[in-house]
């Protein structure tokens, strides 16, 4: 089965969310890849955009879960640093909703950053994301 394939099914199947094939990932991880949304907000004057810049490849960030969030209790904010003060913006909603579930269940998350875009135009930020399942 080609990676194509595999996101396809796994983005029509709401119950399994992850891939298996990942290179750098042991036989309890699986692999999936997202975007993050809200990339051109500012927090409090601190822009996302500027966070983005200073992104590199496959860089690890890090993520809050927002149970208080007035708009979604399963938010799940991602970060460029592990103090949480470079904001980069959310999760997608119904991808928060199952990591948060999946997470009580035993599941750990590694989140690797893709920065996409240019100087000229607006950035965004692909990530995938690694879960593993506590042994």
């Not at 709401?14 to 298996?20: G, K, L, T």
């Not at 990591?99 to 950053?113: H, I, M, P």
Request: proline share 4%; charged share 25%.
């Amino acid at each position: 089965m080609g990676i194509q394939e595999a996101i396809a099914i796994a983005a029509s199947d709401s119950s399994d969310r992850f891939i298996n094939g990942c290179t750098m990932c042991t036989p309890m991880e699986l692999t999936r890849k997202s975007k993050i949304s809200g990339v051109t907000f500012s927090d409090n004057g601190i822009s996302r955009q500027e966070n983005i810049k200073t992104l590199q490849m496959n860089q690890e960030i890090y993520a809050v879960h927002e149970e208080t969030n007035p708009f979604d209790p399963n938010a799940i904010k991602l970060y460029v640093d592990a103090a949480h003060t470079k904001p980069l913006g959310y999760l997608m909603r119904d991808l928060a909703r199952d990591l948060v579930q999946q997470s009580k269940l035993g599941w750990t998350y590694t989140y690797l950053a893709e920065p996409t875009g240019s100087e000229k135009k607006v950035l965004g930020c692909n990530i995938t994301i690694i879960a593993k399942k506590a042994e």
